[in-house]
């Protein structure tokens, strides 16, 4: 019964793992205004950072009109020491980011661009309904 008591007790206590060091934050900024703009930034002492300002397009035409946009970056180093950057704008047009890092698609092999070419001269036609 002991033996069992004891078990319980060690089983049941905390488990504690290995601490790690805080990381220090170096910088920070954060700004918001009435009319829609707005900065932040920060940066840690591990070499992380970030930054992103942004306004309203069209501020004060109604919403319909209005569009929020950012722009932006932020850079971190990768587990295999690569620095990642990263620039981004958000808008109208979505979310466009811009790194080296980012991967490319490749190029459209020679056959079939050709047949996308001769696809985009042909005359639309409209589709007959099903029934």
Partial sequence: ????????YVWAAPQQGPSTEPIPILKYENEVNF????KWAYETGNGISAQESGFVKNFGQGEPNEIQTAQGQY???APDGQVIQLVYTADENG???QGSHIPTPPPIPPAIQKALDYLATLPSTPESPRG
């Fill in 95 to 97: 979310f466009v980011p």
């Fill in 1 to 8: 019964l002991f033996l069992l008591f004891t078990l319980g």
């Fill in 75 to 77: 850079s971190y180093t």
């Fill in 35 to 38: 009319d829609g703009t707005y």
